[in-house]
């Protein structure tokens, strides 16, 4: 069964520290891993996007790594601001349709406390 | 900031009455999804469109309906709101061809009492 897990289901930090959200997926074929912002009451925004031959790739304080082999993918935040308080969802996308379905995580909530 | 907008943001409406959820974007986009959120759940997608008169239902259940006349505009239309119906509706678009990438309305938080 293709799933998308993302770990922790929440997490809060101090603004100014650093952290590290995972995401594992068993989604076969796989075509690209991405990663997304919601915050609060809104629509996901776009963090990264990243295909089978891409390992890793940043977006300003923002840094996702992909291990394809493991099926394993991070998303570090550097520097952390309250603005980084949101939801970030991992999305993995198949080569198995014309659409390229795509399978989402459930999100970690990050709060970033002053 | 991408250019996709859904209205009305916030509905709250008694059983039984139809309702349309608007959502146009004008990026010229041919594909546009529909999406069902609840809390701490992960998205699902209730309908999509390739393109003019192109509708297709995705994977979970909904009594919901969509049209697609023009390729900026994607109403989702509920005949008769139930309870059930109560969550937040997520419309997005993606180019093609290329990467994929979605671009999402700020969504419409729906409460049918």
């Known amino acids: 069964k293709n799933q998308v897990e993302q770990s922790p289901q929440s997490l809060i930090i101090l603004e100014g520290k650093n952290c590290t959200l995972q995401?594992?997926?068993?989604?076969?074929?796989?075509?690209?891993l991405r990663w997304y912002k919601q915050d609060t009451g809104r629509g996901p925004v776009s963090l990264t996007i990243?295909?089978?031959?891409?390992n890793t790739k940043s977006n300003g304080r923002y840094t996702a790594t992909l291990d394809a082999d493991t099926k394993q993918s991070s998303l570090h935040i550097t520097a952390s601001q309250l603005s980084d308080s949101a939801s970030y969802i991992c999305?993995?996308?198949?080569?198995?349709?014309?659409?390229?379905?795509?399978?989402f995580g459930r999100g970690t909530q990050l709060t970033v406390w002053p | 900031e991408a250019d996709i907008y859904q209205t009305p943001r916030y509905l709250v409406i008694g059983t039984g009455k139809k309702i349309t959820l608007e959502c146009s974007q004008t990026?010229?986009?041919?594909?546009m999804y529909w999406y069902q959120q609840d809390p701490g759940m992960e998205l699902h997608l209730i309908h999509y469109?390739?393109?003019?008169?192109?509708?297709e239902k995705g994977d979970l259940s909904s009594e919901s309906t969509v049209s697609r006349i023009r390729t900026e505009h994607f109403p989702l239309t509920l005949e008769s709101a139930r309870p059930s119906h109560t969550s937040q509706y997520l419309c997005?678009?993606?180019?093609?061809?290329?990467?994929?990438?979605?671009?999402f309305g700020e969504g419409s938080r729906l409460t049918v009492l």
């Open positions: 997005a678009s993606s180019e093609t061809p290329g990467t994929g990438e979605l671009f």
């Open positions: 995401c594992n997926y068993t989604v076969s074929p796989f075509s690209n």
């Open positions: 990243m295909t089978f031959s891409e």
């Open positions: 999305v993995v996308s198949d080569r198995g349709s014309t659409l390229g379905r795509l399978y």
């Open positions: 990026m010229g986009h041919d594909k």
């Open positions: 469109s390739y393109g003019v008169n192109s509708t």
